[in-house]
């Protein structure tokens, strides 16, 4: 079945709240687990021997840059693609080399594909008619479909009478009507504005609440999958780096290339000299050395440290205490509910740091050129032993090949 990227539900953001029983999933089904899943195209391997729980009743998002294999692990799912090896495992049972057509999964991709001469009930009872169901079932749950995306008033209107939007939902209305275990979204807010794309994420994540049936939504966008996901697996060159919840990825990434990708951070070279506290003992330079109370604390020699740009206090030249390094201010760029400082260490390190904007001439208190001291916390610094990556140190940074290929993203 075609099918396609959502709309906003309603302008309120309240769209389908009503009860509509025949459209949730049963519990407990619709769990997928990938087990040791590759697709290799000629010489290129682009999703390499991938192990992943995806539980039931769940919103999960494929996180990556382009060319990583996020859309290949997708379509390996959906039946668009044949695994190379491995297995698709739905509640139990491997769909891995099922056709599409066979399998309970449907697709929303970005672009609609509505028939233009049907009416919006048509479209949206295509797939339950081709399935053989009875004309007054179609009936019910075309309504409920429609309803649950708010076009409740648009059944008997062509896609052309349309907005982009509304056609959009009424792509959603279609995949949903067929009741499927698993929804597999593919970068379905790629091609609408920011404004837009913020509300829908709110409003997708509660029709998934309601509806209960397994999403995977493939992105590359981390504030949307930071908002909508129960779990996210980040995903680098056919590998995943890390599968947690979205604050556990956030606050202890795995890795250097988890901590880079999802969100803003700062990365630092070091060298984890010993124990300090319930820490460890970190060195920036020479001259300045932090403790650090989380991550890979144990660990002793070179590695990378990494504290989020929030939790960096910014306070007046000349301060004194643990865990403070003296700093030039560079840049100033102002974000509207808040601040970003550049400011150069006089470890040698450049960190970027967000100061609140709280109305109190917080603008003018800073400006290039002016000397601050940085204050460290150890709660919000994280040691990450070895390199960047799963990849990097299992190629002993050997250059992997090219994922940007035709069916590799």
């Known amino acids: 079945m075609a099918s396609t990227a959502v709309d906003p539900v309603h302008p309120s953001g ?18 997928l687990s990938l087990v040791a899943l590759t697709k290799q195209f000629g010489s290129v391997v682009a999703v390499d021997s991938v192990d992943l729980e995806i539980p039931a009743g769940g919103f999960f998002s494929l996180l990556g840059p382009s060319g990583c294999g996020k859309t290949t692990t997708l379509r390996m799912i959906a039946g668009f693609e044949t695994p190379t090896s491995g297995r698709v495992l739905l509640d139990g049972h491997d769909i891995a080399r099922t056709a599409p057509s066979k399998r309970p999964v449907n697709t929303v991709f970005q672009s609609y594909a509505l028939f233009p ?11 339950l008619r081709r399935a053989g169901v009875g004309r007054d079932e179609v009936k019910r749950r075309v309504g409920e479909a429609l309803e649950l995306v708010q076009l409740t008033e648009y059944g008997s209107r062509k896609p052309g009478q349309l907005s982009g939007g509304q056609q959009q939902r009424v792509a959603l209305a279609r995949a949903l009507v067929l009741k499927p275990a698993v929804l597999l979204l593919d970068e379905p807010l790629g091609a609408l504005d920011a404004k837009l794309r913020r509300q ?17 939504y493939v992105t590359h966008d981390q504030e949307e999958a930071l908002t909508m996901s129960d779990r996210i697996a980040v995903i680098n060159r056919g590998r995943i780096e890390q599968a947690a919840s979205p604050q556990d990825l956030y606050e202890e990434p795995a890795n250097s290339f988890v901590a880079d990708f999802l969100g803003v951070s700062n990365l630092m070279d070091a060298t984890v000299t010993g124990p300090s506290g319930p820490g460890a003992q970190v060195r920036l330079s020479d001259t300045f050395s932090v403790e650090v ?3 890979d604390v144990g660990f002793r020699g070179p590695a990378k440290v990494v504290i989020r740009p929030e939790r960096i206090g910014v306070e007046p030249a000349g301060t004194q205490g643990a865990n403070r390094i003296p700093g030039l201010l560079t840049n100033v760029v102002y974000l509207g509910s808040s601040l970003q400082l550049a400011i150069q260490l006089a470890s040698g390190n450049a960190v970027t740091a967000l100061v609140p904007n709280n109305g109190d001439d917080v603008v003018s208190a ?6 601050v001291a940085c204050h460290l916390p150890p709660t919000g610094l994280r040691v990450l032993a070895g ?5 990097d140190r299992a190629t002993d940074g050997a250059p992997a090949p090219d994922r940007a290929q035709d069916g590799a993203g």
């Not at 009416?119 to 009872?125: G, K, L, S």
């Not at 800073?366 to 000397?371: A, K, V």
């Open 14 to 31: 309240q769209g389908g709240q009503g009860s509509i029983p025949s459209l949730a999933q049963r519990p407990g089904t619709g769990q």
């Open 387 to 391: 390199t960047g990556s799963t990849r």
């Open 117 to 127: 001469h049907l009416r919006v009930f048509d479209n949206v009872a295509f797939g």
């Open 293 to 295: 109370h989380r991550g």
């Open 200 to 216: 829908l994420q709110v409003e997708l994540k509660q029709l998934q609440n309601q509806v209960g049936i397994t999403f995977v």
């Open 366 to 371: 800073w400006s290039p050129g002016m000397s």
